[in-house]
């Protein structure tokens, strides 16, 4: 039999309790009936009323000790595996029949027989033909066709004053602010602007004759602020009238 288990010693000491409280309520019965009759004269009475003591003891059961535990047993050791022998390769002995045989001899094989080249005939030389001389002839230039020739040619001046005035525009246009007095109040317009170029590229005599004034300040600023400009080719006159409307619009 094994160690008695914590659950079975717990049940056991509570049966001894409630035997313990049963008792003990018996005995209060039997003392609350007696003193309900006056017989506490009599000794024999007296002697009922002394207390009687009851005595209880148990034993607890001792626990057993534990039996040894089987120890495992080791594990046995693996035995240790045999290295596989090297295969040798058996090779067919070879019948001295078939080396006694003589391999047959390869017939040497025919040479095409090269048929003879054509003898190549010898063509008649021919004598070469006399080249005829190149006649030496003198052919007269027209003196308007030299004369063409030797003149410079005319130059488009207006195509490259045209090409000009958009460069310094579009320099001018660089330097072009909106105001913001003009930005806030949502005016737009266009400023008519006209000033004199000297040949050094200077400008001389701005003037703004039509535009709100605020765009008209905008636009001067813009004019001064490209200065100097670049000088004029040689081919156009100056000093030049510039006159050109700047715009100003919002986006």
């Known amino acids: 039999t094994g160690p008695a288990h914590p659950a079975a010693v717990k049940q056991r000491s509570g049966r001894w309790l409630l ?26 009475v007296e ?5 009687i003591a009851l005595h209880f003891s148990f034993q607890q059961p001792t626990p057993k000790e534990p039996e040894n535990e089987l120890e495992p047993e080791a594990a046995p050791e693996p035995e240790p595996e045999l290295a596989p022998e090297p295969a040798h390769a058996t090779f067919p002995e070879p019948d001295p029949q078939q080396q006694l045989r ?9 040479k095409p027989e090269s048929k003879p080249k054509p003898k190549s005939r010898k063509k008649p030389e021919s004598k070469p033909k006399s080249k005829p001389r190149p006649e030496t002839r003198t052919d007269t230039v ?8 030797t003149a410079p040619e005319k130059v488009d001046t207006a195509a490259l004053k045209q090409r000009y005035l958009a460069t310094l525009l579009a320099s001018i246009e660089q330097y072009k602010s909106y105001p913001r007095a003009a930005r806030r109040r949502s005016i737009e ?21 039509s535009g709100h004034k605020l765009l008209k300040r905008s636009a001067e600023e813009a004019v001064r602020l490209a200065q100097p400009f670049p000088k004029p080719p040689a081919e156009i006159d100056c000093p030049l009238a510039v006159d050109y409307a700047m715009a100003f619009e919002l986006r």
Do not use: N
Request: glycine share 4%; hydrophobic share 35%; net charge positive.
């Open 19 to 44: 035997a313990i409280v049963l008792s003990q309520m018996l005995h209060g019965l039997l003392y609350s009936q007696l003193t309900k009759h006056d017989l506490l004269a009599s000794p024999a």
């Open 47 to 51: 002697r009922l009323h002394q207390p």
């Open 102 to 110: 003589p391999e047959p001899k390869s017939r040497p094989e025919p």
């Open 142 to 149: 027209p003196a308007s066709a030299a004369e063409s020739q």
């Open 189 to 209: 317009g266009r400023v008519r602007v006209s000033f004199t170029l000297r040949c050094d590229g200077s400008v001389v005599e701005i003037s703004m004759p």
